[in-house]
């Protein structure tokens, strides 16, 4: 029996040692998940700095944008050509009607049918409403030709004709007076015109105008006035080119003077007359070259004649030696 205990008390302190030595051994190997512990810190802590470094592309695509959206609206905004399309104001030139007319061979006078006028001008009521009185006044030798003699509405009156050079030399200062009678034999004037022509050549001529509004005037009495110059005249040509009508009234007779002489001349006038369907001026203009022309050398022109109904026109042209 006792020998039965002992062996028993054996086997149980070996059974007990048995389980420190397990227990031991369990102590032992539990540090290896420790270890896995310690492991999975460091992973992270590498790797998270290296996902932090991703963001920077975000900012260099940012700065990008602006520069190309600012380039192209500033384009964009500039092709502001439709306000050069506004020279359509150019339509200034259709307000004057142009019509291409046939260059004709220089003629002294060319029938034209009339333009549209722009405004109405005074009808005329009645044809040689005037008697002509002679003029007993000493005159120069420079005769005049009544053109037109016309009663216009509201108790207006018009002669009109050509003042021509009847001498043997040249006359500049050209004019002409014209003293008009009422029906009790009163006088009205005188009324005094300048002839538009700056000098006259010996056998040249230059149109006229003048007008006189009052009632009940009968005649008229022309006085020329000229005086003789050493001014000398240069023989030129012309041909007329076109013409228009303008905005404002006025007939514009357009064409070419030629100077055909071995030297230039100077003041050049061209003067212009409108006439009717009897041939009688019903209105003048002039215009002044203001350069000379050279020798064998050209120049173009553009009259100016406030309109009136007419028929035909004449172009009177002078010009002087430079």
Not at 136 to 152: D, G, K, Q
Request: net charge negative; with cysteine.
């Amino acid at each position: 029996m006792r020998f039965r205990s002992r062996v028993l008390s054996c086997f149980g302190l070996l059974l007990v040692m048995a389980l420190i030595v397990t227990g031991c051994a369990s102590t032992s190997e539990t540090p290896a998940p420790t270890e896995a512990l310690q492991a999975t810190p460091t992973v992270p802590a590498v790797e998270a700095p290296a996902a932090t470094n991703t963001p920077p592309p975000t900012p260099t695509s940012a700065p990008t944008m602006p520069p190309t959206s600012t380039p192209t609206m500033t384009p964009i905004a500039s092709p502001t050509p439709p306000p050069t399309e506004t020279p359509e104001p150019d339509d200034l030139a259709p307000t004057a009607t142009i019509e291409a007319s046939p260059p004709a061979a220089t003629p002294r006078s060319a029938a034209v049918p009339a333009l549209p006028p722009v405004s109405k001008p005074p009808a005329v009521v009645a044809s040689g409403a005037l008697t002509l009185v002679d003029n007993p006044n000493v005159a120069p030798p420079l005769s005049i030709h009544v053109s037109a003699n016309h009663a216009l509405e509201g108790h207006r009156y018009r002669v009109s004709g050509v003042l021509r050079n009847d001498a043997g030399e040249n006359y500049a200062a050209l004019g002409v007076v014209a003293t008009f009678y009422t029906d009790d034999g009163s006088r009205y004037g005188p009324v005094k015109t300048n002839v538009a022509c700056l000098l006259l050549a010996p056998g040249d001529e230059c149109p006229f105008i003048v007008e006189a509004t009052s009632k009940n005037l009968v005649a008229v009495m022309l006085h020329p006035e000229g005086a003789p110059t050493s001014r000398a005249a240069a023989p030129l040509t012309f041909t007329v080119t076109g013409r228009y009508q303008d905005a404002i009234g006025y007939v514009h007779l357009v064409g070419r003077v030629r100077n055909a002489n071995p030297f230039a001349v100077k003041n050049v006038t061209v003067n212009g007359a409108l006439l009717n369907a009897q041939g009688e001026i019903v209105s003048v203009g002039m215009t002044i070259l203001v350069d000379s022309i050279a020798a064998n050398g050209s120049a173009t022109f553009d009259v100016a004649i406030k309109y009136a109904p007419y028929a035909t026109y004449r172009l009177y042209v002078q010009g002087e030696p430079q």
